[in-house]
C-alpha cells in the first residue's frame, strides 16, 4: 500500500507539472480548447510511458533481488543445519573446543614460553591440556562438554521447547561435572593444585545453564571443577603467563649473582698474577741498576786502561740506568682497620 500511494504521489506530481510547464510556456494568443488539450493529452501519454517503464524495470530489480536472497537464506540454511549436526558429533565438537583451546592460549601469550601442552586422547582419561605453572606444579584443562540440548534448544519452533532443552542442557552439564570430578586429573601429576577447568568454547554454553541451575557454578567449585569460558580463561592463562616471566626474572637475577660471583674471584685470582708480574719487573729493575753500578765501578775502570795500553781499540757500548719505578696496583682487600682489635 506504502509503494502505491508513492508511485500514484509520482504520477500526480508529474501530471501537475507537465501541466503547469505547458501553462506557463510563452503563446502569442490563447488557442482553442480543442487544441490545447490535445498538447496535454500528449504529454500524458509520454510520462505515463516512461513511468511504466520505469517500474517494470523497478520490479524486474526487485525480483532478482528477491531470487539472490532467497538463495543465499536457502545456503545459509544448508550450512546451519550440517552445522548443528556437526557438533552434535563427539569427535567434531572435541576438535572444535580443543582449536578453540588452542587460540585462547596463543591470545594469552603462553605459546612462546611454551607453558602449554595439548593431549588429544579420546578415552576421557587425560585432559585437552595441560598447562605448566611456576614452581614445577600443572593444571590440567578439559574441553569436552554435551552440546546436543542446546542444539535443540537452538531448533526449538516454541518458548516451551526452549525452556525444556534448555534445562536440558543445565542438567547434562551438571552431570558432566560430576563426572569430571570423579576423574580427578590432578593425580596425574605432581605437585598439581586439586582444579580441574571445564573449558566451554562459547559464553552462552555457560549463560545459558546458568539461566535455569543459578547455583551450577558453586557446586562445580565444591567438587574443585572450574568452568571457564574464554574470556575468564584467558584471564588465568594471562595470570600464569605473567607469574612465568616473574620466574624467569628471579632466575635471570640468580644466574647474574653466581655469574658476578666466579668473576669476582677470576678478578681476584688475576689482580694477585698482575701484582706478582709487577714485584719481579721491580726485582729485574733493581738488579739491573746494580748491574751497572758494578760496570761504573768496576768494569769501565778496567776497560778504559786496557784501552790505553793498546789492548783493546774499540769502543763498549755502555748500559743505561733505568730509574723508572714500577707501580703497584691496590690491593682488592681493604686496609685493615687499626682501630679493629686483631
Not at 566451554?200 to 535455569?212: R, V
Not at 616471566?245 to 653466581?258: C, H, I, S
Not at 755502555?318 to 691496590?330: L, Y
Amino acid at each position: 500500500m506504502t509503494a502505491a500511494t508513492f508511485i500514484l504521489g509520482i504520477v500526480l506530481a508529474l501530471m501537475v507539472g507537465a501541466m503547469a510547464a505547458w501553462w506557463m510556456r510563452p503563446r502569442p494568443a490563447p488557442p482553442p480548447a480543442v487544441a490545447a488539450a490535445q498538447p496535454v493529452a500528449d504529454i500524458l501519454a509520454v510520462t505515463l510511458a516512461r513511468i511504466e517503464a520505469h517500474m517494470r524495470e523497478v520490479e524486474s530489480a526487485r525480483q532478482h533481488s528477491h531470487g539472490a536472497l532467497e538463495a543465499n537464506l536457502a545456503s545459509l540454511s544448508r550450512e546451519t543445519v550440517a552445522l548443528s549436526n556437526a557438533l552434535r558429533s563427539p569427535n567434531a565438537r572435541g576438535r572444535w573446543g580443543e582449536l578453540t583451546l588452542r587460540r585462547v592460549a596463543e591470545l594469552s601469550g603462553m605459546v612462546p614460553f611454551c607453558d602449554f601442552v595439548e593431549q588429544v586422547s579420546d578415552d576421557g582419561k587425560r585432559p585437552d591440556m595441560i598447562v605448566r605453572l611456576p614452581g614445577g606444579r600443572a593444571l590440567a584443562i578439559d574441553a569436552k562438554f554435551p552440546l546436543s540440548a542446546y542444539l535443540d534448544a537452538e531448533a526449538a519452533q516454541s518458548p516451551a521447547e526452549r525452556s525444556a532443552a534448555l534445562a536440558r542442557h543445565s542438567q547434562q552439564l551438571a552431570r558432566h561435572v560430576t563426572a569430571l570430578a570423579s576423574r580427578e586429573y590432578w593425580a596425574q601429576f605432581k605437585d598439581a593444585p586439586e582444579m580441574v577447568v571445564l573449558f566451554l568454547p562459547g559464553e552462552h554454553f555457560l549463560s545459558a545453564a546458568l539461566e535455569q541451575d543459578r547455583e551450577l557454578l558453586d557446586r562445580a567449585l565444591t567438587k574443585n571443577v572450574m568452568l571457564a569460558t574464554p574470556v575468564t580463561l584467558v584471564s588465568v592463562l594471562k595470570g600464569v603467563s605473567y607469574g612465568w616471566r616473574q620466574e624467569r626474572l628471579a632466575k635471570n637475577a640468580e644466574e647474574l649473582r653466581r655469574i658476578a660471583g666466579e668473576f669476582h674471584d677470576r678478578v681476584r685470582v688475576f689482580a694477585q698474577a698482575y701484582a706478582d708480574s709487577g714485584r719481579q719487573l721491580a726485582r729485574a729493575v733493581e738488579s739491573y741498576n746494580q748491574s751497572v753500578a758494578s760496570w761504573d765501578a768496576r768494569l769501565l775502570p778496567s776497560l778504559e786502561r786496557m784501552k790505553e795500553l793498546g789492548a783493546g781499540a774499540a769502543a763498549v757500548a755502555e748500559p743505561a740506568r733505568i730509574d723508572t719505578v714500577s707501580r703497584q696496583p691496590r690491593s682488592l682487600e681493604p686496609p685493615p682497620d687499626p682501630a679493629r682489635p686483631i
